[in-house]
């Protein structure tokens, strides 16, 4: 070991590596976080804190960063991890101990960084993680020998096993006195030289690669089976979220029913009742009924991030997602926004180009988010009938499926456009790196659908319920005087906002009710539901909120007012959230106002061709 | 000489060196921390579906999907080297 000796205990150790070596998992297990975890590069793209504190009662300060290849850095996620690591991060001090960590199975290329973080001469300890697979695969490494080489404490890890850092723990426990400041290394050495006589002394690997890998990507990535494969799995997903989920969603029906007719059976006429009944159960209970979709939904979203899929289908999408304008490397991020074009827009910082990575953020918004779900299911179900077609499709579903294709067709638009318009600034990278196969660990997979599944139910429980609660007091009050003859609604605040945002929307269909419901739509677009349950004073009856809303609006509206506002939801940018994210992660108001700008012409545009092409065909 | 670009499936090379298309090529500095680096054995895995781009290329232990374009930067020998 080195003479050089800290003086200082650390107090801060940061995690660095390379992409997906596991890095996260093992702050998880240090820290008992619950960061993302998944198999493919670029999962972590910003800082993330936690604490750790040591069997002997000290407390570690831990920092996870995002992967990177080298500290020569080509995207913004990896600029923060070269700037956390040279101490150049100005809300960040340099970490006392850089904690490295390496895949076993890939240590040509992790070993390098590894020695280039060396270099830095900063105190180190090295993670050997995936010790597992390595052993699957018949790896050897020779832990001592490689300590010995490199001169700092190497330990073998397991993030993904309970009590799989126990070694790294003790190793950081007992080292903490005597961490070695690595001397730097000479700067001319050949890092790949030096990598190369590393693994020939200390690794022993029976193949580059796992043979059942090959076998299966010889499938997966075939150029005709693999997009078959692909278009299978996309179809597998729809239909599954939209036919599982069915008998979940009527016993949440039946049961939020029943709480309306008891409560109404058992309460007095009165402003109490009606709050509960027609604001807070019609209200959210109109939006939890979608919580079996969100599950079924996020359950294949899990599986495929977590089994190494994502980047094989970048792989064979990305000359198509070239030839509209993107590239491979927005598949994932894009991917990403059909559950939430939030984290979407965040998982552009792996890209590379500032122009790729710009038009990725303007048209992730296209995509179907799972908050647009109810909105559609509700709409579908009132208008469009339930039968076969072709024996073999269903209308209903095909329509779904149509919604999402109208996104996905309408980004690719907007980006060749995009490029047309714009200048072509040099050519753009993929450099993608395609990660081995894992089995999704069940377990994992429960606690992530656990965690989303109690994500949406706060939201219901939070900010769907305020809302609603809003709407209902919009909408009763205030309450008409004793000679009026229309529906008490029309004398409400809300009928009078209604009223005057009609003017606009006219145009496209829209009456003043659907207009109402607009305007919570902003903060959560799945209000936009409860919203239409105020105006219409829908309330939780034998037969369920969603039922009875859909009989309602079946009645009352016309085909193309229907399909005109599915149209605006495609389009329409109406969500602060994804707003205030552009906002941030551009760094740009003026990208954010034109986005905005675009995505609204958009949606009006095509509410009206819709509108009126519907209207001259029924 | 061949380019890494002009192998065919399956077949084994090694690279010779990395060509810079301007004198602060990223991408040629990023294959090299990849590496792409004189004497390293090289495989081309697979093709995209369309076109036959991009490519999936085994270097050390890790395979990448590079595009055409990238993988033209890389030159190769059939030989292994025998000075590395
Ligand atoms: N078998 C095995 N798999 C692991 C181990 N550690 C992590 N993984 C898996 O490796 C993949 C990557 O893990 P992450 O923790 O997201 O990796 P990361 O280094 O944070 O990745 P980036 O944030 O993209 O840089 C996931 O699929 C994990 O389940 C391990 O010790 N053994
Ligand atoms: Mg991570």
Known sequence: ?618 | MTLLSELAPGSQAFVTDVQARTASDPVAVRLRDLGFVPGEPVKLVAYGPFGADPMLVQVGFTRFALRRSEAERVRVSSEEPSHV
């Open chain 1, 1 to 618: 070991m080195s003479e050089a000796t800290l003086a200082v205990l650390p107090r801060s150790i940061a995690l660095v590596g390379n992409p997906n070596c596991g890095k996260t998992a093992l702050f998880n297990q240090l820290t008992g976080s619950r960061q993302k975890v998944a198999n493919y590069a670029g999962v972590t793209v910003e800082r993330k804190e936690g604490r750790l504190v040591l069997p002997s009662g000290r407390k570690l300060r831990v920092l996870d960063l995002p992967g990177a290849y080298s500290l020569n850095a080509t995207s913004p996620d990896e600029a923060v991890t070269r700037d956390v690591c040279l101490g150049q991060h100005p809300e960040e001090t340099q970490p006392d101990l850089l904690l490295c960590v390496a895949d076993a199975t890939n240590l040509r290329l992790h070993l390098r960084f590894v020695l280039e973080l060396k270099r830095l001469g900063r105190p180190m300890v090295l993670a050997l993680n995936m010790v597992d697979a390595a052993k699957r695969r018949g790896i050897r490494i020779d832990r001592e020998k490689l300590e010995q080489a490199l001169g700092f404490p190497v330990v073998e890890t397991v993030a993904v096993r309970r009590r799989g850092a126990a070694d790294l723990i003790s190793a950081l426990d007992e080292h903490a006195l005597t961490m070695p400041a690595v001397p730097p290394a000479s700067a001319e050495q050949d890092l790949h030289a030096e990598t190369r006589r590393l693994i020939a002394s200390a690794v022993s690997m029976p193949q580059p690669t796992s043979p059942m890998d090959e076998a299966i990507d010889r499938w997966v990535l075939h150029p005709v089976w693999g997009l078959a494969i692909l278009a299978a799995t996309m179809l597998l997903v729809f239909q599954a979220v939209y036919a599982w989920a069915g008998p979940f969603q009527d016993a949440i029906e039946t049961s939020l029913g029943w709480a309306g007719t008891q409560l109404a059976a058992h309460m007095p006429d009165g402003l109490l009742r009606s709050l509960l009944v027609e604001g807070v159960i019609a209200g959210t209970g109109g939006v939890l009924v979608f919580l079996p979709q969100i599950l079924i939904l996020f359950f294949f979203i899990l599986v495929l991030e977590e089994s190494g899929y994502l980047p094989r289908a970048a792989f064979l999408l990305d000359r198509f997602m070239v030839s509209t304008g993107l590239s491979g490397r927005a598949f994932i991020p894009l991917l990403s926004s059909f559950a939430c074009a939030v984290p979407g827009i965040m998982a552009t910082r792996s890209i590379p180009d500032p122009r790729d990575r710009l038009l990725t953020i303007l048209v992730a918004p296209l995509m179907t988010c799972s908050a647009r779900l109810p909105v559609y299911a509700l709409l579908i179900g009132a208008f469009i009938p339930d039968q076969r077609v072709f024996g073999l499709f269903n209308l209903q579903g095909l329509t779904l499926f149509a919604l999402y294709a109208a996104g996905i067709v309408s980004a690719m638009l907007v980006a060749l456009v995009a490029r047309r318009f714009g200048r072509r600034a040099g050519e753009q990278a993929l450099l993608l790196e395609i990660p081995a196969w894992r089995i999704p660990n069940p377990r994992d997979v429960a606690l992530g659908l656990r965690e989303r599944g109690a994500i949406f139910l706060r939201r219901v429980g939070t900010i769907i319920l305020a809302l609603s609660v809003l709407l209902w007091f919009l909408s009763s009050f205030p309450t008409p005087p004793a000679d009026w003859t229309r529906p008490a609604i029309e004398y409400s605040f809300a009928g009078h906002i209604g009223r005057a945002m009609e003017v606009l929307f006219a145009p496209i269909g829209f009456n003043w009710q659907i207009c109402v419901a607009l305007i919570p739509g902003l903060a959560a677009r799945e209000v936009a539901v409860s919203g239409l349950a105020a105006v219409y004073a829908v309330s939780a009856g034998e037969a369920g909120v969603e039922h009875a809303l859909a009989t309602a609006l079946g009645s009352q509206w016309s085909l193309a007012t229907a399909l005109s506002l599915l149209a605006w939801y495609v389009f329409a940018p109406q969500c602060l959230a994804t707003l205030a994210v552009i906002r941030r992660e551009t760094g740009s108001l003026k990208a954010t106002l034109g986005a905005t700008a675009l995505l609204t012409g958009m949606a009006y545009a095509v509410a009206l061709i819709v509108y009126r092409l519907t209207g001259l065909l029924t």
